[in-house]
């Protein structure tokens, strides 16, 4: 993991904004110093050289402690991490498609009476 930034504020919208001296990629996963996974990078905004960053936070995270938590580190995935996290979501939805087809034909659906053939 690399370092992102530091957190600056919670935004109105509900995205917490960070402030940086790098881009990351974005999409790219957001931890906090204890490896805690709390959203991914949305947007990012401003100067260049030292970009604000918006991050789209997980529902099961507690907003108000991060608001707390002014001026704290955070950190970005790799691309590295990145490309495991999608091969591994890749992995789950063809196991998913697999086991989905599997159940369809072994339970064939029951054919439907058109409203003439119930006379």
Not at 4 to 9: D, E, P, V, W, Y
Not at 30 to 45: A, L, R
Not at 81 to 87: A, D, G, L, P, V
Request: glycine share 6%.
């Amino acid at each position: 993991m690399k370092v992102l930034g530091n957190i600056s504020h919670l935004a109105n919208s509900g995205k917490l904004i960070a402030k940086s001296d790098k881009t990351p990629p974005a999409g790219a996963f957001v931890f906090t110093n204890d490896k805690q996974k709390i959203g991914k990078v949305y947007n990012i905004f401003g100067p260049v050289k030292n970009p604000y960053i918006a991050i789209n936070l997980y529902r099961s995270v507690n907003k108000r402690d991060l608001e707390s938590r002014q001026g704290e580190k955070l950190f970005v995935s790799t691309k590295r991490e990145m490309e495991k996290e999608s091969k591994k979501r890749r992995n789950k939805k063809s196991s998913n498609r697999k086991n989905n087809k599997n159940r369809n034909k072994s339970n064939p659906s029951k054919k439907k009476r058109s409203k003439r053939s119930r006379k």
